[in-house]
C-alpha cells in the first residue's frame, strides 16, 4: 500500500520523526484549522512527482490556500483523482537531503540509498553522487551502511542524515515497510532535520500485525479502496480501467493478470483485475455474490467473463456456487461467459448448462463469445 503522504507523515510523527505541521483537507473542509503560515499545500496522490505536475505550491494567504485547494481537488493527476490535500507550514533557512529504505527482493536485503543532496531532481543527478548499499534486512546494518554512506560530507549534513538513518531504519523494521523515502530531508545549520516529504510503501500482508497500518485503512477506506476491500472480504480486487466493457471473475493473481494482458492485446477493454480465491470459498457463495455486485453496478461491463484453471478445486461445486450466486446478485443484468478447465469439468458442464450458461474450454472461443454480447449490447 502506497500511503498518502499526509498519513505516511502522520505515522512517522507517531513514531518521534519531526514533520512539517499540517493539516489534510477535502473538499468539504474550510481552512480554519490550519497551522501558522506560510503554507504548502499538497495534493494528495498516491504518486511521485507532485511538484512537476503543479500540485505542489507555496502559499502566503489563507486565501491562497483556499484557492489552490479548490484548484487541485478534483483534478486527475498521473491517472489519479485528487481528493484532498494537505496543508503545512513551510520549512524555512534548510538544505536538502535524501534517504531511502528499498527492499531489494534479488539479493535479500534492503537497498539503502543516501545523497548529500536532494529535491525534485534526484534521478538527475550524477551517478557518483548517490551513495547505495544493499544489507541484512536489520536495522543495526541499515543505520551502519548509512554512516558508512555519510563518510566526507558536511558536517551537520552527516549528522542530519546519519539521525535520520537510526530513526527511519527501526521505522522501516517495525513497520514491516517496503519502501521509505524521505526527498527532501530538510536540513538546518545545526544538524537537525526535517521529513519535508515522505513516500512509504507498506506490506498488505503485514497487515494483520500492524494495527496502525489496519487503523489507517479502516479509517481512510475511501483512500485505500482496494486495500480496505481486500480486508473486509479477503481476496484481492482492483478495477483497472473504469471504463472497460469485461468484468473478470477469476482465480490466481499470475494468471488473472495474464488475462488482462491477452484481453488487451486482443482490443478488449477488462473492467478489472480479481483473485476470487476458490479455496476460500468454503461451499459459500458471499464473495462470488460481492464481486457481481461490483460487475452489476460497473456503469460500461457489457458482459462477465469468468476463468478459472482448477487444480484442486472441484468445478462442479464452483458451478453451483456461481448459478446461485448469480440469483443473490441483484444488481447484475449483463450475460456471463464461462471459461473453465480442469478438475470435474463435466459436473460444471451439467450445472452451467442447466443454468444456461455458456462454458468453453477454449480461451479464443470463449472470446468469441464475448465479442458477440459486447457487439449486441
Known amino acids: 500500500m502506497y500511503l498518502l ?9 507517531a513514531h518521534g520523526i519531526d514533520v512539517p505541521a499540517g493539516v489534510l483537507l477535502d473538499a ?26 503543479g500540485i505542489i505550491r507555496k502559499a502566503a494567504t489563507r486565501d491562497e490556500v483556499a484557492a489552490l485547494r479548490r484548484d ?15 496543508v503545512e507550514q513551510q520549512v524555512a533557512k534548510s538544505e536538502e537531503a535524501y534517504i531511502g529504505f528499498l527492499v531489494d527482493p534479488a539479493a535479500a536485503g534492503v537497498r539503502v540509498i543516501v545523497a548529500e543532496n536532494g529535491g525534485m531532481d534526484i534521478e538527475a543527478m550524477p551517478h557518483d553522487a548517490i551513495r547505495t548499499e544493499t544489507v541484512p534486512a536489520e536495522a543495526a546494518a541499515m543505520i551502519a551502511a548509512v554512516e558508512r554512506a555519510t563518510a566526507g560530507m558536511a558536517d551537520h549534513k552527516a549528522r542530519a542524515l546519519r539521525d535520520a538513518g537510526a530513526k527511519l531504519a527501526k521505522f522501516f523494521v517495525e513497520r514491516e515497510a517496503v519502501l521509505v523515502e524521505i526527498n527532501p530531508l530538510f536540513v538546518k545549520r545545526d544538524g537537525t532535520w526535517v521529513a519535508g516529504d515522505a513516500k512509504i510503501v507498506t506490506d498488505d500482508n503485514a497487515l494483520e500485525r500492524q494495527p496502525a497500518l489496519r487503523t489507517v485503512v479502516e479509517q481512510r477506506s475511501d483512500a485505500y479502496t482496494e486495500v ?6 479477503g481476496f484481492d480486487y482492483v478495477v483497472v480501467d473504469p ?3 469485461i468484468g473478470l471473475l477469476t482465480t490466481g493473481a499470475g494468471l ?50 469468468i ?11 464452483f458451478a453451483r456456487l456461481l448459478v446461485a450466486a448469480i440469483g443473490e446478485a441483484p444488481a447484475l443484468k449483463v450475460p456471463v461467459v464461462a471459461r473453465l478447465v480442469g478438475n470435474r469439468l463435466p459436473a460444471a458442464r451439467e450445472v452451467l448448462t442447466a443454468a444456461g450458461i ?3 474450454t477454449d480461451l479464443d472461443e470463449a472470446l468469441a463469445d464475448v465479442r458477440k454480447h459486447l457487439h449486441a449490447r
Request: aromatic letters at 4%.
Open 72 to 86: 487541485m481537488i478534483g483534478r486527475t493527476v498521473k491517472a489519479k483523482r485528487v481528493d484532498s490535500v494537505r
Open 228 to 233: 480496505a476491500l481486500k480486508l473486509d472480504h
Open 5 to 13: 503522504e499526509h498519513d505516511a507523515k502522520e505515522l512517522l510523527a
Open 358 to 360: 455458456a462454458l468453453y
Open 28 to 53: 468539504s473542509n474550510d481552512a480554519a484549522e490550519l497551522p501558522r503560515g506560510p503554507w504548502v499545500v499538497k495534493g494528495q496522490i498516491a504518486a511521485g512527482g507532485r511538484g512537476k505536475a
Open 256 to 305: 488473472s493478470m495474464m488475462l488482462i494482458d491477452e484481453l488487451r492485446a486482443a482490443g478488449l477493454k477488462p473492467y478489472n483485475f480479481l483473485d476470487i480465491r476458490t479455496g476460500g470459498l468454503r461451499g459459500e457463495t458471499k464473495r462470488i455474490v460481492q464481486v457481481l455486485q461490483w460487475l452489476g453496478e460497473a456503469p460500461r461491463v457489457k458482459v462477465v467473463l
Open 243 to 245: 471504463q472497460g466493457e
Open 307 to 317: 476463468n478459472v484453471f482448477a487444480g484442486i478445486t472441484d468445478l462442479g461445486e
